[in-house]
């Protein structure tokens, strides 16, 4: 299930691209909160309090889309295209950054 379905027919290449390590496709032209929101039901997981997000403003002025390369690098997902075997990582930790594990 996804959280955006396409409505146009048109099809753009496809663009392979990894999302926590699982394989998916979009199409050239998108940007990657696009890439991933037509594959998956959220953007990520708020570190503050767990909860699924998916952007906000869709323009990059709200902070809400940001999200993580696999070598650390933040990226703002409303306003970055996605390219040929970017490694996304959605932040969805098993315990949110703001809370401590427990041992």
Aim: include cysteine.
């Amino acid at each position: 299930m996804s959280l955006l379905r396409r409505i146009s027919t048109a099809q753009g290449a496809p663009v392979r691209f990894w999302l926590d390590g699982q394989a998916l496709t979009a199409m050239a032209g998108d940007t990657v909160l696009t890439a991933v929101l037509t594959q998956t039901t959220q953007l990520r997981r708020s570190e503050f309090s767990g909860m699924p997000r998916a952007g906000f403003c869709l323009i990059g002025s709200c902070q809400d889309c940001w999200m993580r390369l696999e070598d650390g690098t933040p990226l703002r997902a409303c306003s970055t295209s996605i390219v040929e075997g970017m490694r996304l990582l959605s932040g969805t930790p098993a315990t949110p950054l703001h809370q401590k594990a427990s041992s």
